[in-house]
């Protein structure tokens, strides 16, 4: 499988099942789209030859122009590079992907509610303002000690184990939090395991002492912030109504100075509100000094006046490229900012497992409510269908483990003439089931903002390595 695309000057064609990458000038491009449309070579060289006079013309002035032989030397460079095994290879995943029932999966990561309360109020929270669609409640030490002895006796022999302090607004149980993490630390050599411990957080919360040990403790923090004042403002309020930017932005730039600018992300969502949302980045990273950046689109049913409409998603897909290029140039400049969506790896990336297997969600990550029940990860909590037992029994629902197992970029017919699919592995599960009503369906509209991102991230690698 081929996907060709010209973006900010450059000519790229992506072999999906090798993962090459190769940029390349307008007559190999239309060569290598003529061979994927199942042309011969010699109806591709007779269609280059006919198109000579415009690939010259869009050659510089005083440059050397295409001669007649040319096309034989494209084709014969296209033959090269296919004998190497980078340009038209061939599925070698699909026969492995419905074995993954059949292999023994551990535990490796929990995202512990330790709050199912907020002290925000925002409108679009798909957790219904941190109680996750139930009660309110705070999760006993007790609880969250059994939640990491669970980790541990179903990690098998991994060493390294993670864990997500969440909500709700997990600083309403700051305390649990600080218990939790010693006691990990003193058990952590007995058993040979290693956790490390990510802060997901709102902002009011945050103290001298938090930051102390967050900064101590935590090997990354999120920091939810939606960028200017007027659109962090509109939706992430507290229970009175008033926004959250100046109480927060201070105690955000307090600790991120105390890490050294490193190991945290701003988080941001963006609605049909600022589909620019480039211009939130751009204020958190000029304006406030914040140069780890994620901002994700909201994900709200139709109807929803935060929705994003068909008319914001084009305005989203040029906001993306807008931000590839400004990054490019920031880089160049000695002032780099990271965007979370950006970050790609094309000389090694994701093992195979994980291309196609995907995020692990209900296999190897779980959610744990404060009451001690485990969902395969944080947006499936509260619907009832998808517990899949507890702390104190461990997993009961076996067939839906299984399902999960299952839940593979191939086990999703939409997903199979898509180009994308062993970058994102069949996308978020939990999107899928809000959307279609299915963990195996596809969120159209997150797929298409997925490829979008990914044409991007890999243009961005291109002209790096120019």
């Known amino acids: 499988m081929i996907h060709q695309y010209k973006l900010n000057g450059y000519n790229i064609v992506l072999d999906v099942f090798s993962g090459s990458v190769h940029v390349v000038d307008d007559m190999s491009y239309d060569a290598i789209a003529l061979l994927d449309a199942g042309k011969t070579e010699e109806e591709t060289k007779t269609q280059l030859l006919s198109a000579l006079s415009r690939y010259n013309s869009a050659i510089p002035e005083g440059e050397e122009k295409y001669g007649e032989q040319d096309p034989e030397e494209v084709l014969a460079e296209i033959a090269r590079i296919r004998e190497q095994g980078k340009l038209f290879t061939e599925d070698i995943y699909e026969p492995e ?8 999966t551990v535990v490796k990561a929990l995202c512990l509610h330790v709050a199912h309360t907020c002290n925000l109020n925002c409108n679009y929270c798909f957790a219904a303002q941190g109680k996750f669609h139930g009660q309110a409640g705070v999760m006993r030490f007790e609880t969250g000690k059994r939640a990491l002895d669970f980790l541990i006796e179903n990690s098998g022999t991994r060493r390294n184990l993670e864990v997500d302090f969440f909500g709700g607004e997990p600083l309403m149980n700051f305390e649990v939090c600080r218990e939790l993490v010693a006691y990990a630390r003193s058990v952590e050599r007995e058993h040979n395991k290693n956790f490390r411990f990510t802060l997901t957080t709102n902002g009011i919360g945050i103290t001298d002492e938090v930051i102390e040990w967050a900064n101590r403790e935590c090997g990354n923090v999120v920091l939810s912030l939606d960028g200017r004042k007027e659109v962090n403002d509109r939706f992430r309020r507290d229970i009175s109504g008033k926004g959250s930017y100046d109480t927060i932005v201070p105690k955000f730039q307090k600790l991120v100075a105390a890490r050294g600018g ?7 969502t963006f609605t049909h509100y ?7 980045l751009f204020h958190m990273a000029d304006d406030l000094g914040f140069t780890e950046l994620s901002m994700e689109p909201v994900v709200a049913k139709e109807g929803d006046p935060s929705a994003l409409t068909a008319e914001d998603l084009a305005i989203v897909s040029e906001q993306y490229e807008l931000l590839a290029k400004d990054m490019l140039r920031r880089k160049k400049e000695g002032r ?12 090694g990336g994701p093992c195979v497992y994980k291309r196609i297997s995907g995020c692990g969600s209900g296999t190897e990550y779980m959610a744990v409510t404060p009451w001690g029940d485990l969902y395969p990860c944080h947006q499936f909590v509260g619907e009832e269908a998808y517990r899949l037992g507890d702390i104190w029994n461990g997993v009961t629902n076996t067939a839906l483990r299984d399902e999960f197992k299952l839940c593979n970029v191939y086990a999703r017919p939409d997903c199979k003439d898509c180009w994308a699919k062993l970058y994102c592995s069949g996308g978020c599960a939990a999107n ?11 969120y159209r509209q997150g797929c298409d903002l997925f490829r979008k991102r990914m044409e991007c991230a890999i243009m961005m690698k291109a002209a790096e390595s120019r």
């Open 274 to 280: 600022n589909p620019d949302f480039t211009e939130d």
């Open 336 to 347: 780099p900012i990271t965007f979370y969506h950006y970050m790609l790896d094309l000389s």
């Open 262 to 268: 490193k190991n945290y992300y701003m988080r941001g």
């Open 432 to 442: 899928a089931m809000h959307a279609t009503g299915d963990i195996h369906g596809v």
């Open 97 to 104: 992907a419905f074995d993954f029932k059949k292999r023994s």
